[in-house]
């Protein structure tokens, strides 16, 4: 079996943008209302001069126990094997209760406004999008059914992302999740995410 | 890595308040309607006004939701009445075909009563429908299957009432939200609100002095509710002091706004559980303190909703 996951490195993120860039190009994002699939969130943390900035890569978190899934009514969001979660925008109504479910904050409308605003951006020709419904990452599906890594990926200039296997016991990503070095977001409410973080703090010890 | 952000939801707003405060208005008035047609006294008026009412309230709460989808189309694939067999864990799922049968139900219920009121046989295609070989054998049916049909509609408005509270409590992430008080709150909410309106239909929509011991029925109902919703909430209260920064955060929103302390808990809570008290120890030398009662009740009842929605603070690590 194959379960995909993805590590990012909080020491090696440098805030270039550069996969929100990559990312709305590859899945035609909203970018118009400042919705993307995947964010780079820049914060400062504290108020002394000890005071550093963070930033901070965040993205659907395809958890193996997702709570968008279970409680879309319409059987829109659905899990692949591999355990990417998916939509199918024809069967998605646009209730928005997944996007109440996810913890991560990691969904967004797309709309009929939207649809609209993209043949502009996007040319008329070039646009995927045929009927609204809710949108997230989808870590690329599409491109890794070909043997690619998602847009965010490849482009990453820090090498801050890495993506991978985590039922190959080879693979550098699920090796570093085994030894501990990279931790899920809010692993206490159950959703059992498949996007890990190495802390920062860690590398500055 | 653990430095949060806290913030609260733009998604889901008044329109998913009202969704449910009239879901659960419509379903519950049906079911003690239907309850106290069966058990209590045969009631043919309040059975038209509690059915119709109900079902509209269902149709609003249902049309409220429907108006704000992103995908008209696709609601076709929660209509099916497999849904909630295909996405069993989907409460949305199930609420939608407890709201449908509900109404279903709900109308069969009424229709004997229906078919024999001039006033509605005088009503423009309604009128010429309810005259057809159809509904008259439908009418007899559900006369002779008069107690089934009741239960059905009342399993499917319990059902409605409590699916209210359980789709909030699906959102993990909201301390607020994600614990098994909700859907308790939530149906108590419901029925309470129920009582209010049926005393408002009792005293203002068909008053009869032969109803004089239901409605003191409703007000020691609706006292009872109130009692048990004041208690619901003291534990809530109590839970969202600490054990969470979700639900202490939520805890600050709710307890330092006016409108939730003397909008909902003072003027739409304790002055109508006063005012009921009275009504049921000593009696009212006039309707007018319980039709207050009843009205703060309804608006409490609206409110408990949009401040649940508001006051539900997300906890984002970064």
């Known amino acids: 079996m194959t379960r995909y996951a993805m590590v990012i490195d909080l020491n090696t993120c440098v805030g270039c943008n550069a996969c929100m860039a990559a990312c709305a190009m590859e899945n035609q994002t909203p970018v118009w209302k400042d919705k993307w699939r995947t964010y780079v969130h820049d914060e400062e943390i504290g108020h002394t001069d000890q005071a550093h900035r963070r930033l901070f890569p965040r993205l659907c978190n395809h958890c193996s126990n997702p709570p968008c899934l279970t409680v879309c009514p319409t059987g829109a969001t659905y899990q692949r094997p591999d355990g990417i979660v998916m939509i199918n925008p024809e069967h998605c109504m646009g209730c928005r209760a997944c996007a109440m479910a996810c913890p991560y904050d990691a ?37 890794v059914d070909k043997g690619r890594k998602p847009a965010c990926v490849e482009t990453c200039v820090g090498s801050a992302r890495q993506f991978g296997d985590l039922d190959d016991p080879n693979d550098p990503v699920a090796q570093l999740v085994a030894g501990g070095g990279a931790r899920p977001l809010m692993a206490y409410l159950g959703t059992h995410p498949n996007v890990y973080y190495i802390d920062e703090n860690k590398r500055r010890g | 890595m653990e430095t949060m952000t806290y913030s609260t939801q733009h998604i889901w707003t008044w329109w998913i308040a009202a969704y449910l405060y009239f879901g659960g208005l419509g379903a519950a008035t049906l079911s003690i309607t239907f309850l106290t047609d069966m058990y209590c006294r045969s009631n043919p008026r309040l059975v038209l006004w509690g059915a119709i009412s109900g079902v509209v309230m269902l149709a609003l709460s249902s049309l409220v939701l429907f108006l704000h989808l992103l995908h008209h189309a696709a609601v076709i694939w929660v209509l099916i009445p497999a849904a909630f067999i295909l996405h069993p864990t989907s409460w949305i799922a199930w609420g939608t075909q407890f709201i449908i049968w509900m109404m279903v139900w709900g109308l069969l219920y009424a229709l004997p009563c229906m078919r024999e009121r001039e006033g509605f046989l005088r009503i423009p295609i309604l009128g010429s429908l309810l005259k057809t070989g159809l509904a008259g054998w439908l009418a007899n049916f559900c006369m002779r299957w008069r107690r089934t049909v009741g239960w059905l509609a009342t399993i499917n408005g319990i059902g409605t009432a409590v699916y209210t509270g359980l789709l909030l409590q699906s959102f993990p992430a909201v301390a607020l939200w994600h614990n098994p008080g909700v859907p308790l709150l939530f149906t108590v909410s419901a029925f309470s609100t129920a009582f209010a309106y049926l005393l408002l239909v009792l005293y203002l929509g068909q008053p009869n002095e032969d109803d004089a011991m239901l409605r003191h029925r409703y007000e020691l109902f609706d006292l009872i509710l109130i009692s048990a919703e004041l208690l619901i909430l ?45 009504g049921v120890v000593k009696g009212w030398s006039s309707g007018m303190p319980t039709i207050a009662a009843s009205l703060l009740v309804l608006m409490g009842g609206y409110l408990l909703r949009q401040y649940f929605m508001t006051a539900g603070v997300y906890a984002y690590p970064w």
């Open chain 1, 107 to 143: 969904r967004y409308e797309a709309t009929y406004n939207d649809i609209d605003e993209g043949r502009t951006f996007y040319g008329d020709e070039e646009l995927q999008r045929q009927v609204p419904s809710m949108d997230k990452c989808t870590f690329c599906a599409h491109r």
């Open chain 2, 234 to 278: 003291f534990t809530f209260f109590n839970y969202t002091l600490s054990g969470s920064e979700s639900g202490h955060r939520s805890a600050q929103l709710l307890w330092h706004d006016m409108g939730w302390l003397v909008g909902f808990m003072g003027l739409g809570l304790i002055v109508p559980f006063f005012l009921n008290l009275k």
